[in-house]
């Protein structure tokens, strides 16, 4: 499904039909795929009834525009292209350290997850993470990594309450090695929680309001 309907979608987001609707008639989506008028407008219709696109049927025009579900479908293209085109086998996002509201350590240190980083990512977690508030030019990187594989730690059970999956992404920051945290039940969109053997902002002297590089493995 992905190779057929690629090409569609990534010609409606340059548009501009990723963040909103865009008005196209099945001619000019045509023009830009190389095919007729009559298979452009099939094609649209193929990525309705994939639910890739909404479609609104204006007075004069109909206006396009992407799903969470099509525009997820670029966003792994996008990790795909960086590996073929830029010989990446990583990602860089950057950010800004910021406090976070503690919860980050509750949670890494619930014995339920902590078994599963030490086997898993290959260290004990230090008890807490680092915070770091995407910037915004990075955010779509994250959102890609979001919709990615990663390394699954188990959700659990404990005294009646249900912790989530957490999602794990090994990564360097400087020379340390760390790894990208995100939970399946995240307050945030775009804050990146990050866990590591060391105590970050010691080992790496870190202050509120620094800006970093986190360097994340797409393998």
């Known amino acids: 499904m992905n190779d057929k309907f690629v090409g569609a979608l990534r010609q409606i987001a340059l548009m501009?039909?990723?963040?909103?609707?865009?008005?196209?008639?099945?001619r000019e989506l045509g023009v830009k795929l190389g095919m007729s008028q009559q298979s452009a407008s099939k094609r649209i219709l193929e990525?309705?009834?994939?639910?890739?696109?909404?479609?609104?049927?204006?007075?004069?025009?109909?206006?396009i525009k992407l799903t969470e579900k099509g525009s997820e479908l670029l966003r792994r293209e996008y990790l795909e292209y960086q590996k073929i085109f830029e010989m990446k086998d990583h990602v860089l996002i950057r950010g800004t350290v910021i406090t976070g509201m503690g919860e980050g350590q509750y949670y890494v240190t619930q014995p339920g997850y902590m078994g599963q980083f030490a086997e898993k990512l290959g260290f004990k977690p230090y008890d807490g993470t680092l915070n770091v508030r995407v910037l915004p030019s990075d955010q779509s990187k994250l959102d890609?990594?979001?919709?990615?594989?990663g390394t699954v730690i188990k959700g659990f059970e404990k005294n009646g309450r249900t912790f989530g999956d957490v999602r794990c992404y090994p990564a360097r920051i400087q020379n340390v090695d760390c790894a990208i945290v995100i939970p399946s039940r995240s307050h945030y969109n775009d804050v990146m929680e990050i866990v590591c053997k060391y105590h970050l902002r010691r080992t790496l002297g870190l202050n509120d309001g620094d800006t970093i590089e986190?360097?994340?493995s797409l393998v």
């Open 16 to 26: 501009g039909g990723f963040h909103d609707y865009v008005a196209i008639s099945s």
């Open 144 to 149: 890609a990594l979001r919709r990615s594989g």
């Open 214 to 216: 986190v360097r994340v």
């Open 47 to 63: 990525l309705l009834d994939e639910g890739l696109i909404y479609r609104d049927l204006g007075a004069r025009r109909q206006r």
